[in-house]
């Protein structure tokens, strides 16, 4: 299955310390979600913003097993429709955090994935997004 990770997840050595082999990975960006950090990252739908990510192939098993890990249980899988960067549109799951269970400040978090989206070479306006939450 494909999935849609927009946070550390988009580190394929974290995933494979997971137990998951991700293959097949591509740049893509949600219309209208904006990137929030909190205590952890989710997207929140948000009007005319563009959330970036990386879309990987993986086992439905593993990343049921993934998200069962308690620091990640309460996110919630939802199919979207994910735009790579060879412009092709793609339904995929993307595990996000409700709202409401979206709170506190993690700068560490914020600081670790705004250095891996630099090494991803995301948009510079979207690395100045990521930089306001560290």
């Known amino acids: 299955m494909d999935i849609f990770f927009y946070g550390l997840f988009m580190d394929t050595s974290i995933l494979e310390k997971n137990g998951l082999r991700p293959s097949n990975p591509r740049k893509g960006w949600l219309h209208d979600y904006a990137l929030k950090i909190g205590n952890r990252a989710s997207l929140i ?3 005319g ?3 970036y990510g990386m879309v990987m192939t993986v086992d439905d098993e593993a990343a049921q097993k993934l998200y069962r890990a308690p620091s990640v249980a309460d996110y919630i899988p939802e199919e979207v429709q994910v735009v790579t ?3 092709e549109t793609i ?3 993307c595990y996000n955090l409700p709202a409401e269970s979206l709170t506190g400040t993690n700068t560490a978090y914020a600081k670790s994935l705004l250095q891996l989206a630099e090494k991803l070479d995301f948009p510079h306006h979207y ?3 990521i930089k306001q939450m560290t």
């Open 45 to 47: 739908p948000s009007a």
């Open 49 to 51: 913003q563009k959330s």
């Open 85 to 87: 960067d060879a412009d």
């Open 91 to 93: 339904t995929t799951i």
């Open 127 to 129: 690395l100045a997004h």
